[in-house]
């Protein structure tokens, strides 16, 4: 029994708490209704209504127009009458009221508040309040509302009429981020984007931007944000926000935009590149690495690069990726970390197409030439370790331990023929001294067939 009244009372609270709101125009008749579980109001309305200055009247309602409103105890309509007067018809109960009694006047302007609050007449409610208390009086009404769209609308009143101090931005930030509705909070920090003038207000704001839920509303708050100058702090916390959304979609456009809107000081190319290292798809992250390739003069962002691409999984995503960093100047140190990404490729045909771009445009330095003969080393494709052993002679080789290392190379070359052709092509471009020909003849000692063998041997002499 116990159990149950807890469970009734759990239930009891959340219909207490629960809050509907549906506004529509249905033949010329606007309605607004709310429920809030235990409670439920509406107003509808047809032609113009006029409140008196202190909202506690009705001043006017045009020609075959009404008013109406009612929640679970009070009924009200007003309609106009042959003079231009207005004629009240409210209940409480079920009894009607005298509106020119004091207690008809005071439930009368009780419902005016309601209907007020619900959204009613918004823009000319607003103006008034301005009129009457300022910004301080539209704020505090604010309280009051139950609907989001209708704060919001306070909130953008403000922003776009009164002469704002940064006390006063900071306040509207803390009200947008009361809104539960995404659409309208990311409606109103869009506004407020070029208001942030101190560092307080600012962070205050990208809190509220972290409580978007909705990625695509979080998105058109965050391409407001990037649009105006950030210092570090706010820049990481930008980052922070676009890293945690879920959408690869969202998030590879926005931080396209990151990386576009101005020239990127290293610093903040590496902490633009971890976030892109967390971007589930490889073809996203392809393509943002391709908006980035202009960045890579800097060894630390050119480092943080090659690191997004080891952490693709698809090898022709990293391929392309790479293509496009080596059709332009690259350091000893970069080369060398993409001939090891290249060597981790799964594809023989993709690791081979890439080592001879590599081979084409670049000069091997300092372990560069030992990198791309371990990587020759694992393929497992006869065709292309024998094509690409050729290319790689084609180079300018720099001593005799390279030819020594390119030499042995051929001897694991499993093909008599493709093997003694090989070092035929290799015997007219090798230094004539004795080390490189001693690893010539062990190289061409590992040829089974004897006419091949003979070949082989004939060429260095």
């Known amino acids: ?22 506004r529509y125009e249905r033949r010329n008749t606007s309605v607004i209704r709310t429920s809030n579980g235990s409670e439920e109001r509406e107003v509808s309305s047809r032609g113009k209504i006029r409140f008196n200055e202190n909202e506690t009247l009705i001043e006017s309602v045009s020609r075959n127009g009404f008013l109406k409103y009612r929640n679970n105890t009070i009924k009200l309509k007003a309609t106009a009458n042959e003079q231009g007067g207005v004629v009240y018809q409210l209940s409480e109960d079920g009894t009607r009221l005298n509106i020119n009694d004091k207690y008809g006047r005071q439930v009368l302007a009780e419902v005016i508040r309601e209907i007020l609050e619900l959204g009613f007449d918004a823009r000319g409610r607003l103006e008034r309040l301005y009129a009457k208390s300022g ?44 809104l539960s509705a995404d659409y309208e909070k990311s409606k109103i920090l869009n506004t407020l984007a070029t208001h942030l003038k101190d560092s307080s207000a600012s962070q205050a704001y990208l809190d509220v931007v972290k409580s978007i ?3 695509f509303e979080k998105t058109k708050v965050l391409e407001s944000i990037i649009r105006q100058p950030l210092d570090s702090i706010q820049f990481g916390e930008v980052l922070k926000i676009v890293g945690e959304m879920n959408s690869d979609f969202e998030k590879s456009n926005l931080l396209k935009k990151i990386i576009n809107s101005s020239t990127l000081q290293a610093d903040r190319s590496v902490r633009v590149l971890s976030v892109i290292r967390n971007v589930d798809a490889d073809y996203e992250k392809a393509k943002l690495l391709d908006n980035f390739s202009t960045h890579l003069s800097d060894s630390l962002t050119a480092q943080a690069y090659l690191e997004v691409v080891k952490s693709m999984t ?7 990726v790479l293509e496009n960093i ?14 090891s990404i290249t060597g981790s490729l799964d594809a023989d045909h993709e690791k081979a197409n890439l080592l001879k771009k590599i081979m084409e445009r670049t000069k091997f330095e300092n372990g560069s030439f030992d990198r791309i003969l371990s990587v020759i080393h694992n393929i497992n494709g006869e065709f292309e370790k024998v094509n690409l ?11 005799d331990e390279e030819w020594i290392g390119l030499l042995d ?22 230094p004539r001294n004795d080390n490189v020909r001693a690893a010539y003849v062990k190289a061409a000692k590992t040829i089974n067939s004897e006419m091949d063998y003979g070949k082989a041997l004939r060429a260095a002499d």
């Open 213 to 215: 839920d909705a990625d």
């Open 1 to 22: 029994m116990k159990l149950f009244l807890i469970f009734l009372t759990l239930c009891t609270l959340t219909l207490s708490v629960y809050f509907t709101f549906t």
């Open 389 to 399: 052993i050729k290319n790689l002679a084609e180079k300018d080789l720099n001593s």
């Open 326 to 339: 080596i059709r332009q100047p690259v350091n000893t140190p970069v080369l060398n970390e993409i001939i």
């Open 135 to 178: 910004k301080q009086g539209v704020l505090d009404a604010i309280e009051k509302l139950k609907p989001d769209y209708l704060k919001a609308m306070y909130l953008d009143y403000l922003l776009t009429t009164a002469n704002l101090s940064n006390e006063d931005i900071l306040h509207i930030i803390k009200k947008a981020g009361t």
């Open 314 to 320: 698809s090898d022709f995503e990293q391929v392309k």
């Open 409 to 430: 190379e051929v001897g694991q070359v499993d093909a008599d023929f493709e093997k003694a052709g090989l070092l035929t092509h290799l015997a007219a471009k090798m």
